[in-house]
């Protein structure tokens, strides 16, 4: 799966602030940066004028332009642990029309939806005025959500009442993100806009630019100051490839909080019952259609190959070893946040075929055997889910005699969401296995059990090779 990473800035980021900071220095020929290094650069660039010697581009006018009249309208959104008001996080935000409503993003205040007896927010603005944060509504399955505040702003970011309204976007074109990276100050970054990615079941925008940790919430906008999006995540294994919150999605939610007669009164239901429209959402998507099927050794074994599930192969083949892998795995690229200890609303498949050549029947069973066991997780010190609970059962399935284990853990604080975990083992040759897992995380029990019937029951022998058996010794077929 690639390296997702959403730019909440906390205590686990301080500990790579000496790069980051060195990443931020990089990117200030587009950037408003901090007073003491702009006046330490102009200095540089006047001696160099003087001298001949050729000097940095200027900062684009239009990031200038654009800064100067948003800034009055930024934030930065803290929350700080109740118990001695020290800082836990920090992230960005930005004011409604000239209302006190602020958007930001859900993963930025989390803590205060999940956790209110234990967290609160304040806000700080770019005169450093400070003030209370009252969380109003939240949109897990978009990362966004908007608080009140105890004051106004002046009006720069419009959110029109309709998202036809909102202005539209062509490939290529100039956006710039706001907020305050790394909790360093107030900024603002240019990149491209280059599409809509599909590859969720949410939209989101491919933003070709710098984003950092703690700008998450703030806006990202176009030349004119139409907002275009909200910064909420980046690669980690890339150059510059950033994500946006369509900012249709803003829209929506603004509408439903001006129509809202009451604020929640438990936002950790509100959550959940998010959460449990998504999984319906995404179990009916990944079952619309039978499972393909791929040929792996003798097997045929179920995958999804979709929008939203990309499938990849690996194999470990060579002489030298004692035993053979050729692995499948399809995985969905992208997952819910719901707090800094659970990500859900995933599915991944993996199929590993196992031979040896080399190792004799008692020692090719006892590595299965420690494979086996190895996947299964017995802890119990996760805050967020229960111990897995198991059953095992030896099943027969079109041909493949099969030892099955489907384990279940139990959501703490969302009580009808549960994580599945199904692995199998086939059982009719001894020196050739087909291992195969399941992993539906955050799904109610129901939907779970939906989702193991069609896994398992996917597995099956190829009809081509039903009739043969392989000699791994000799690598020969024989004919039955």
Known sequence: MHQLSIHMMSEKYSQTLTWCACLLLSIVASSVALPSFAQKQSEQD????????????????????????????????????KNGRTQSSVGSGFFVDDSDLVVTNYHVVSQIALEPEVYIGEFVDTNDQRGTVELLAVDVLHDLAVVRVSRKGKGF?????????????????????????????????????????????????????????????GPNVNSAGALAGVNVAKRTDGELVSFLVPARYVVDLINRVKTQKQVPSSFSQEVGRQLLTHQNFMIDKLLENNLSSKLLGRYLVPVRESDQMRCWGSSNTKEETAYSEDKMNCAMESSLFVSGKLQTGLVAMTHTLLQ?????????????????????????????????????????????????????????????????IVISSSLDQSKEVLQSRLDVRGVSYQNGLRATRVFLKGISMSPITAGIAVDVNTSKGEAK
Request: proline share 5%; with cysteine; net charge positive.
């Open 356 to 420: 040896s050549k080399k190792l004799d029947a008692l020692r090719f069973s006892r590595l299965i055997s420690e494979r086996f066991k190895n996947q299964i997780y017995a802890s119990t010190r996760q805050a967020s889910v229960t111990a897995p609970a198991c059953i095992e059962d030896f099943i027969k399935n079109e041909g493949v005699s099969m030892r099955a284990v489907v384990c279940t853990r139990a959501y703490r604080k969302f009580p009808e969401l549960y994580d599945f």
């Open 46 to 81: 006047s001696a160099r004028q003087t001298t001949g010697e050729s000097v940095l581009p200027q900062p684009s006018s239009a990031a200038q332009k654009l800064y100067s009249v948003a800034k009055n309208d930024l934030l930065q959104i803290r929350v700080l642990v």
């Open 157 to 217: 970011f419009k959110i029109p009442s309709n998202a036809n309204q909102l202005a539209p976007l062509s490939q290529g074109q100039y956006l710039y993100s706001l907020g305050n990276p790394l909790d360093l100050g107030f900024a603002i970054s240019e990149g491209a806009y280059n599409g809509v990615i599909g590859r969720s079941f949410y939209d989101q925008f491919m933003f070709t630019g710098p984003i950092n940790a703690g700008m998450s919430g």
